[in-house]
């Protein structure tokens, strides 16, 4: 048993513990069972900061898409040009997920929170100089829109391993919810439409998003690296696997594409409806502050949803009963959308809308986590990056179809009930996948192992700690009843003849 667990051990001393201050080959070696694991104060201030980080970035990408019609009065575009300032952002998403699992793992979490912080208020700075130039200048404003574009993944597709580094495993969940949690669409949404009423707000509301970006700089460089000690031991022989190993091993796993295409069609069925919610609407009558005021309702509901599941998980550690369970959820208010978008059905738009929401956020933390525990020993910053990678992709391609999927002569004119369609179609594929996975939780049962093992060990030396109580006793005894012997044998010189 001390061999095993000395193989365990030694696996465990050849673990990088992920040191920001250093060269990415530099190695900091820690006894694995000479620390406590615990979550350190410092790690919810880290978490603050992340937070801060994603909300500001956030705010960056609804700048211009949540007033687009000044917006194209400003920059003398159309609504098509003013969408692609949105666009860009999900094609820069999906180009910068290619390099974010490498990046993760050679420049470690703060100098990559760093890089992202540092894009982001880069791109607001090109933008406040694109409207000083007289007239304001479009291709300036998206060249910032493609600088700051590139911080967003950074700051997304880091959330497991942000978590991994300095949360224990009964309280990643939460903090992966943390991260995922989209407060700064609902900041920008209330905020900017209520600065920019006019053109002439327009360059001030720029100029404050860029004070953000700029402010949010400051904390992230100040932020610890990482905590004391690690809030976790690495329970494999050979430790995490190098960046493009673990893309060989993630290509021969099945249930974790099963998880990829799970992620993306959820993620993507949340961006598309997001994005053409209006023109799904608008046909019946409904004007673009009523769409505004019910997507305003479905940030909270889908914010409640991911706030909710975090915990539910790191208590219950039941992953794949509730992918079993919200799935069907998420297929039933999907159908439900097919019947209920009608002529004054407000509110049965916004509370079929709300549980959508609720329901495919939920499943967020829960494929996030899932994607972790079996794709490990995989690093968690290549399955995190290509996970959501898949999700932009999605998004991107299901807005693209279910905008084809208007009907110009129906009734009402342009309506998307055929993009209704393909949205609940697309829900039953997911549902099917959910109920098809069959991927066990590896890192969980590698850390039980590990555990289980030092419980045997304890239990080892309590047990020679005794023995070698009790062995001098019974020598002394021994040596008493020896002597006795010899006294009793030996003859009296008194009565010798």
């Known amino acids: 048993m001390k061999l095993i667990l000395n193989i365990f051990r030694k696996a465990d001393e050849k673990e990088?513990?992920?040191?920001?201050?250093?060269?990415?080959?530099?190695?900091?070696?820690?006894?694995?069972?000479?620390?406590?694991?615990?979550?350190?104060p410092q790690a919810w201030l880290a978490l603050l900061i992340l937070v801060t980080l994603r909300t500001t970035i956030s705010v960056f990408q609804f700048t211009f898409s949540v007033v687009p019609s000044i917006t194209g009065e400003l920059f003398h575009v159309s609504l098509t040009g003013v969408n692609w300032l949105a666009n860009v952002q999900g094609l820069i998403y999906i180009f910068m997920s290619f390099f974010t699992g490498w990046i993760f793992q050679n420049l470690g979490v703060k100098r990559s929170l760093i890089l992202s912080a540092l894009l982001n208020a880069s791109g607001c700075a090109i933008r406040s100089v694109a409207v000083k130039i007289d007239p304001p200048s479009f291709a300036v404003t998206m060249l910032g829109q493609i600088v700051g574009s590139a911080s967003a993944p950074l700051a997304l597709n880091i959330m497991t391993t942000f978590a991994a580094t300095w949360f224990t495993e009964n309280k990643r969940a939460t903090a992966g919810m943390f991260v995922a949690s989209n407060y700064g669409a609902i900041?920008?949404?209330?905020?900017?439409?209520?600065?920019?009423?006019?053109?002439?707000?327009?360059?001030?509301?720029?100029?404050?998003?860029?004070?953000?970006?700029?402010?949010?700089?400051?904390?992230v460089v100040l932020m610890p690296a990482k905590p004391p000690t690690p809030p976790s031991r690495a329970v494999n022989e050979e430790g995490t696997p190098s960046f493009f190993k673990g893309i060989r091993m993630l290509s021969k796993n099945y249930n974790f594409w099963i998880l990829f295409l799970v992620h993306g069609i959820n993620v993507g069925l949340s961006i598309a409806f997001g994005s053409i919610f209006t023109q799904v609407i608008s046909p019946y009558g409904y004007t673009d502050a009523q769409a505004g005021q019910m997507n305003a309702v479905a940030f909270f509901a889908g914010t409640l949803g991911c706030s909710v599941a975090g915990p539910v998980l790191d208590t219950t550690k039941q992953h794949?009963?509730?992918?079993?369970?919200?799935?069907?959820?998420?297929?039933?208010?999907?159908?439900?959308?097919i019947f209920m978008i009608q002529s004054n059905s407000y509110a049965s738009i916004l509370f079929v809308l709300s549980m959508n929401q609720f329901f495919l956020s939920f499943l967020v933390p829960v494929v996030i986590e899932l994607g972790s525990e079996t794709s490990y020993p995989v690093s968690d910053a290549t399955s995190n990056s290509i996970i959501w990678q898949g999700a932009q992709v999605f998004g991107f391609l299901i807005v693209l179809v279910m905008d084809l999927l208007r009907d110009p002569d129906g009734v009402p004119e342009n309506n998307?009930?055929?993009a209704l369609l393909l949205q609940a179609a697309l829900a039953g594929l997911l549902m099917l996948l959910c109920f098809a996975f069959r991927g066990r939780m590896l890192r969980s049962e590698a850390i039980a192992k590990i555990q289980q093992l030092e419980q045997e060990e304890a239990e080892e030396r309590s047990l020679a700690e005794k023995l070698s109580e009790t062995q001098p006793r019974e020598s002394m005894n021994h040596t008493d009843d020896e002597e006795s012997r010899l006294d009793n044998n030996r003859i009296p010189s008194s009565i010798q003849p």
Request: proline share 8%.
């Open 187 to 219: 900041l920008g949404m209330f905020m900017i439409p209520n600065l920019a009423t006019s053109i002439e707000n327009v360059p001030m509301v720029i100029h404050l998003v860029s004070g953000l970006a700029a402010a949010a700089v400051i904390p």
């Open 320 to 337: 794949k009963l509730f992918l079993r369970l919200i799935a069907p959820m998420v297929l039933v208010t999907d159908i439900g959308f």
């Open 416 to 418: 998307m009930y055929r």
């Open 16 to 40: 990088v513990v992920n040191d920001d201050q250093s060269d990415s080959s530099h190695t900091t070696v820690v006894d694995p069972l000479a620390f406590p694991l615990k979550t350190y």
